[in-house]
Nanobody, 124 residues
Framework: QVKLVESGGGSVQSGGSLRLSCAAS????????MGWFRQAPGKEREGVAA???????TNADSVKGRFTISRGNAKNSLYLQMDSLKPEDTAMYYC??????????????????WGQGIQVTVSS
């Protein structure tokens, strides 16, 4: 089992920055990939950024150049640096981990474990 706990969310004005953290426990070191997802009210959950344990990452087009995903050296932590935030980035953000091969990094169906989510609100 893997437990994921997000932190670092909150409220910020447009153009500001936030850094999300995800603390992973259990067999987190064996996960094939980890990622960040978000879900706004009335919308489907969407992939934001993800990273493979063997290297390589990807970002959604909507956040390219603004968000950066990284993983701790011990592979038991995941980060999302969010810069130049926009009101449309407002959502609940979730950390996720996959035990199997990660065929599609930004698809929710790839992932086996999820955190409880943390709110990010960007005001204009």
């Amino acid at each position: 089992q893997v437990k994921l706990v997000e932190s670092g969310g909150g409220s910020v004005q447009s153009g500001g920055s936030l850094r999300l953290s995800c603390a992973a426990s259990g067999y987190a070191y064996s996960m094939s990939c980890m990622g960040w997802f978000r879900q706004a009210p009335g919308k489907e959950r969407e992939g934001v950024a993800a990273i493979r344990s063997m290297g390589g990452s990807t970002n959604a087009d909507s956040v390219k150049g603004r968000f950066t995903i990284s993983r701790g050296n011990a592979k038991n932590s995941l980060y999302l640096q969010m810069d130049s935030l926009k009101p449309e980035d407002t959502a609940m953000y979730y950390c996720a981990a996959a035990a199997r091969w990660c065929a599609v990094l930004l698809s929710p169906t790839t992932y086996d474990y999820w955190g409880q989510g943390i709110q990010v609100t960007v005001s204009s």
